[in-house]
């Protein structure tokens, strides 16, 4: 069942405090859908409880994918099945090179879905032409992960990580914020040119500006724990005018 | 008493074949049970040792006998009962006694094969290493002499180097290590049975590795090797040493003695991928790891270099250790220590700056896990010639979960004011969004920490020879396996 | 077996019996037991792990009497303007009448003498908490003859201003002598205390001072601790503080050692609660045959504190420095800083330094640390100085003041702060090192 993301009435708790308080949301494959809103409404909240990072209580609702329920599932087996998320906040591993880390992830998801590994001299040339794509340089791929990057950099690599890894479903989670206007191009073309009718992004952002270069299908307005408005592209170009306050707490 | 100088004798007739490798019919593999001037003399006897050497042996266990086991280190294990144990064993030849590695335990290849050694002898043929490998305490094969020895390199068992170059043995032996140093090197010249003999004449390289595996295999039995190597002016030797035991319910002691000494310009680089059995999850059974490991540096400009990747042993005190006598002389020790379960480590190393100018480099990378514990302690001394000494230190400890322990036990004493000495050291933990990243982008917990540790171990690693790096970071996620949940 | 020891508890039992409190079976036991504890430890030696690096060999060597009980001589003024009050303890005994003590509420300033006299409930509980006793036979010592020294209270959530000064002072006696001062602070709930403990004597006489303050916190109080070790060049100078900070507490200290033949400041902290921060920063300097010990022992019990070391020595002629630093982090003890950092300068081909930083480690969630470095001024700044038209003293001088100043700048009180800075230079000044 190639359905894409379906979620329903999700609710989710940090601790004792319901952060998303019933998120029904469907992305199907090919389909580019943004999700906007104010800081603190529970984006980032959705993009980990999506892929599965530790610390949040699903207290209701449901998360399938190509219908299957990967509530159920570890983070890394929902990796294999083609999720992908690009941290809002990189993270960095001492001592392991980007280019072993790729290779390892790639080699492991291929494992998990019964793919032979890649042949190292194979992936090298591959991991260049896609890092070329993303105008990172050949050296980086030999520094460790994400250590002594820049801002832009980082989240360029995060690019380049859904480049090799080559998801059905990015998740992308404000790559935009602390780019400069052409590190912001380069990026949105790295995604663009991974657009296809078989993948589809979810892409947070909290400003309309990246969704010049990535044009979304749907927009998702999401403040406090609630979608509170879908719309069209339009919908984002409009939010750049108006902005958030017209989205006061729901009683 | 009669029946043991019998044995005596019979060993006496029999070593005259000894030279050739391999005794072919012994009735007995052991050694009597037990530590005695008795048990001293069997073993001397048995190696046809010279007068010498037995008085060399003697001497030490009246030592030892003076001695306590030391307590000082973070380590904590039951009495070891020294009179229930075996100082000497010889694997009992199959037919002819080994004469390839290929007759040397399938088990044992298989393991290394595993492992990704290059023990095989078409690849070693292939001219990577020379292996001298060490089962329980006799040599049993040395492969590659002939090529060695073209150079004037000898490589070959302790014992055969007491027959072939007594001289050179005794010019050297308890030079670095004396017999009165520690308790457990005390154990060791008394009771020493085999290990390797190395020795680089004037201005050669030395043209391939030279490595040696050490195995335990019998049962209540300890093993006390010796390896003793030697690089004279301007010579150069890279040297690996790998170690395994089988699985057993009982403890078995291990306590070897290495000794290096570099002359003017020589350079000698040690490396030791330690995986002798740690014992079970529970700690029940493991290898007691009790070694003295030292380097001299007593020519200008000499250097050696310490590389240990730890990972075995239920018991580990351990401080492989630089004497840097010689001007501009270098001790670099790059450590590797991974504790999981019931494991115990206490390793580091001591860096002595006797010379001018003299310069060390210690860097320590400690893992806990289970309910372990890891202690690096190590010295750095500078005596008040060691005008210009440098050391630069840095320890750092990584802790996975929260029933291990981790502790970083530095010395630093300072006789003269034109040294730099530097130390740093860090703890912290795996973070929870590292090891999220790793299993985001699809690796098992256990991939995503055998990955981030193999990063904090970085620096380490990468000084091992090729063949060993790519063993060690196997053995990095095989040993920490089941430590996360 | 020493001369020194068995003058020090000759006839103990029958002396103590006149010491304060002794009709009180609480306070008798303690010193009897303390006696006896030292009896068995002796003075420290070698193979006792904590004092591997420091002899008390003047202890050792000479026959020490307890001091007598005399009359103040002058105070040396440090320059920290007005306190709260000023609390004289000659050769370890309380001189009201040289103190001064005004009324400041909330502030209360006792003998201990007077508390033993009066079985002081409080305060024998605060002189009992445990110590690691193999570790500590100067403790023990001390513990013998506890007789007198100062009490602080400061009542809750009271802040005392103005800091208040413990001056201990030696006064000696015909032979060797040794006293004992003994401090006690007792910050209530949210109280909070600037204290400056320092320690003076004549600059030629062999005496002895082994001194000890232990602190009890109220959650949330706040404690500035700062300490002036400058005893006499032939002082043997053995002084402990322990302090348990508690929940969202602050304690933050400050050790200046410039003087003694033999010297050794341990303090002892315990992270009791979540929130407790303590800052333990010092400098020290020695010369001639001095040795100058500092040794910390911070034990994280409770998650989440914080604790962060700096401390920098200078070591002249044939002084040797000894820092020992131990920062112990108990299971459990999640979440918590631990930062420590030890910089020595050796001016002298015969100077050493032994240092020993220790970090022990049983938490998982943990962010610990220490640096040490240690060597000699840098050639390369004094070169700077110099292309700039500064002579090379000078230019030692300024390295050298500047090198103390980076620990000395992180004194949080800015009278205390300038008090010990100008002590320091005094220092470099008069030995001629700067
Ligand atoms: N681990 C956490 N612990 C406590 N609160 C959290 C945690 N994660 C998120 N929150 C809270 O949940 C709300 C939503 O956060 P987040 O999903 O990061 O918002 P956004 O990404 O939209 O800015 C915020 O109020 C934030 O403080
Ligand atoms: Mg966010």
């Known amino acids: 069942m190639a359905n894409g993301l379906v979620i329903k009435d999700l609710h989710v708790n940090v601790g004792e405090r319901e952060i998303l308080k019933g998120i029904s949301l469907s992305v199907e494959p090919g389909k580019v859908h943004a999700i906007m809103g104010p800081n603190g409404s529970g984006k980032s909240t959705l993009a980990h409880v999506i892929s599965g990072r530790p610390g949040y209580e699903v207290t209701g609702g449901s998360v399938e994918f190509n219908g299957v329920d990967v509530l159920e599932m570890e983070p890394e087996e929902r990796a294999a099945a083609g999720l992908f998320l690009a941290f809002q906040y990189p993270v960095e591993i001492p001592g392991v090179t980007n280019t072993v880390f790729l290779k390892t992830a790639l080699n492991a998801q291929r494992k998990a879905r019964g793919e032979a590994e890649m042949d190292p001299m194979a992936f090298l040339k591959f991991l260049r032409d896609k890092a070329k794509l993303l105008q990172l340089r050949d050296e980086m791929l030999k520094r460790p992960l994400n250590v002594g990057f820049s801002g832009g950099e980082k989240k360029r690599n995060e690019m380049l990580q859904m480049a090799v890894l080559e998801p059905k479903l990015a998740i992308l989670d404000e790559t935009d914020s602390g780019l400069d206007i052409d590190a912001l191009r380069i990026v949105a073309e790295g995604v663009n040119a991974q657009r296809s009718p078989e993948r589809s992004f979810l892409v947070i952002t909290h400003y309309q500006r990246l969704l010049d270069y990535i044009v979304p299908d749907v927009v998702h307005v999401l403040a406090h724990g609630r979608i509170v408005e879908t719309g069209d592209a339009d919908l984002a170009r409009r939010l750049e005018k108006t902005g958030y306050a017209d989205y006061t707490p729901a009683a | ?485 | 077996m020493s001369q020194g020891e068995p003058i020090l508890l000759q006839d103990h039992a029958a002396l103590a019996a006149a010491l304060p409190g002794a009709r009180h079976p609480a306070v008798a036991a303690r010193r009897a037991e303390a006696a006896d504890r030292f009896r068995r430890l002796g003075l420290p030696h070698a193979r006792v792990e904590a004092w591997k690096y420091t002899r008390l060999k003047d202890l050792e060597a000479l026959p020490f009497a307890r001091a007598e009980a005399v009359p103040a001589t002058a105070v040396p003024d440090i320059g920290l303007g007005a306190v709260a009050a000023r609390v004289l303890l000659v050769n370890g005994r309380f001189d009201a009448a040289a103190s001064e003590l005004p009324a400041v509420p909330g502030l209360t300033v006792r003998s201990l003498k007077d508390c033993l006299e009066a079985g002081d409930a409080a305060v024998l509980e605060l002189l009992d908490r445990d110590v690691d006793e193999t570790q500590a036979p100067l403790a023990a010592l001390a513990g013998a003859w506890l007789e007198d020294g100062a009490v602080l209270s400061v009542d809750a959530g009271v802040a005392v201003d103005l800091p208040v000064e413990v001056v201990c002072l030696a006064v000696p006696g015909e032979g060797p002598r040794i006293a004992f001062p003994r401090l006690a602070v007792m910050l209530g709930e949210g109280a909070s205390l600037t204290l400056v403990e320092r320690f003076h004597g004549p600059a030629d006489a062999v005496y002895a001072v082994d001194a000890a303050t232990d602190i009890a916190m109220g959650a949330g109080a706040a404690l500035n601790h700062y300490v002036l070790q400058a005893e006499g060049a032939a002082a043997t100078h053995v002084s402990a503080a322990r302090c348990d900070v508690p929940a969202n507490g602050r304690y933050e200290g400050f050790i200046l050692q410039l003087g003694g033949h033999v010297a050794r400041r341990e303090t002892r902290l315990r992270m009791m609660g979540a929130g407790g921060d303590a800052k333990l920063n010092g400098a020290y300097a020695a010369t001639d045959d001095a040795v100058c010990d500092t040794t910390t022992e911070i034990r994280h019990v409770a998650a989440e504190t914080t604790t962060d070391q700096v401390f920098k020595g200078i070591l002249d002629d044939r002084s040797r420095g000894v820092f020992q630093g131990r920062v112990n982090v108990q299971r459990d003890a999640q979440r918590i800083v631990g930062n420590q950092l030890h910089n020595a300068l050796l001016l002298s081909r015969k100077a050493e330094v032994d240092c020993k930083p220790e970090l022990l480690i049983y938490a998982d969630d943990v962010k610990c640390s220490h640096g040490a470095t240690c060597g000699e001024l840098s050639e390369e700044e004094i070169f700077y100085l110099r292309s700039r038209g500064i002579d090379a003293a000078t230019a030692r001088s300024l390295l050298l003041e500047a090198f103390l100043g980076a620990a000395i700048d992180l004194i949080g009180n800015p009278p205390v702060k300038a008090a010990f800075a100008a002590r320091a230079a005094e220092w470099l000044a008069l030995r001629g090192v700067a």
Request: aromatic share 10%; proline share 4%.
């Open chain 2, 1 to 485: 008493m009669a029946s043991s100088t019998e044995t005596v004798e019979t060993v006496n007739e029999l070593t005259g074949a000894y030279k050739y490798g391999f005794v072919t019919d012994i009735e007995t593999d052991f050694s009597p049970v037990g530590l005695s001037e008795e048990t001293v003399r069997f073993i001397s006897a048995r190696k046809n040792e010279p007068e010498w050497l037995l008085d060399w042996r003697l001497k030490a266990l009246a030592l030892w006998r003076k001695m306590e086991e030391p307590r000082w280190a973070m380590v904590s294990y039951p009495a070891i009962d020294y009179q229930g144990l075996h100082y000497y064993a010889a694997p009992k030849a199959k037919t002819d006694g080994p004469k390839s590695l290929d007759e040397v335990d399938p088990e044992l290849l298989s393991t290394y094969e595993k492992l990704g050694i290059p023990l095989k002898e078409q690849e070693i043929l292939a001219g990577v290493v020379a292996v001298d490998a060490v089962f329980d305490s006799v040599s049993v094969a040395t492969t590659y002499k002939a090529k060695l020895e073209e150079k004037g390199v000898i490589f070959c068992s302790f014992s055969e180097a007491v027959q072939r170059v007594p001289d050179l043995v005794r010019k050297y032996l308890g030079s670095v290590v004396p017999q009165g140093d520690n308790y457990f090197a005390c154990l060791n010249s008394a009771v020493f049975s085999d290990g390797s003999f190395v020795f680089i004449p004037k201005g050669v390289r030395c043209p391939m590795e030279l490595s040696t595996y050490f195995r335990i295999n019998a049962q209540n039995t300890g093993q006390f090797e010796r390896t003793l190597i030697v690089a004279e002016e301007g010579a150069y030797v890279s040297y690996l040493e790998g170690c395994t035991a089988p699985q057993r319910d009982e403890h078995q002691l291990h306590a070897a003695v290495v000794e290096l000494v570099a002359l003017d310009d020589a350079e000698i680089k040690y490396s030791t991928v330690q995986n002798w059995y740690p014992g079970d999850v529970e700690g029940k059974g493991g290898v007691y790891n009790f070694v003295t490991k030292r380097g001299a540096c007593r020519g200008k400009r000499s250097k050696i270099s310490w590389t240990q990747v730890e990972t075995g042993s239920a018991v580990t005190w351990k401080y492989p250790s630089c004497i840097l006598q010689g001007d501009d002389s270098v001790g670099e020790f790059y450590s590797v220590a991974i504790t999981n379960n019931a494991q115990q480590a206490d390793t580091g190393t001591k860096m002595i700056h006797i010379g001018k100018n003299t310069r060390s480099t210690i860097v320590s990378k400690g893992i806990a896990a289970g309910r372990s514990d890891n202690t690096y302690r190590g010295l750095v001394r500078v005596l008040a010639g060691a005008e210009g000494a440098r050391n630069y230190s840095q320890c750092d400890s990584l802790l996975i979960g929260d029933k291990s322990g981790a502790h970083t036990v530095p010395y630093i004493e300072s006789r003269t004011p034109f040294s730099t000495l530097e130390h740093e050291a860090t703890t912290a933990r795996i973070s929870d969004d590292q090891l999220f990243l790793c299993r985001q982008r699809g690796l098992s917990p256990e991939e995503a920490v055998a990955l981030i540790v193999n990063g904090f171990c970085k620096e380490v690693l990468q000084n091992l020879p090729m063949e060993f790096a790519v063993e060690a970071q196997k053995l990095v996620g095989i040993s920490l396996e089941g430590s996360v949940g």
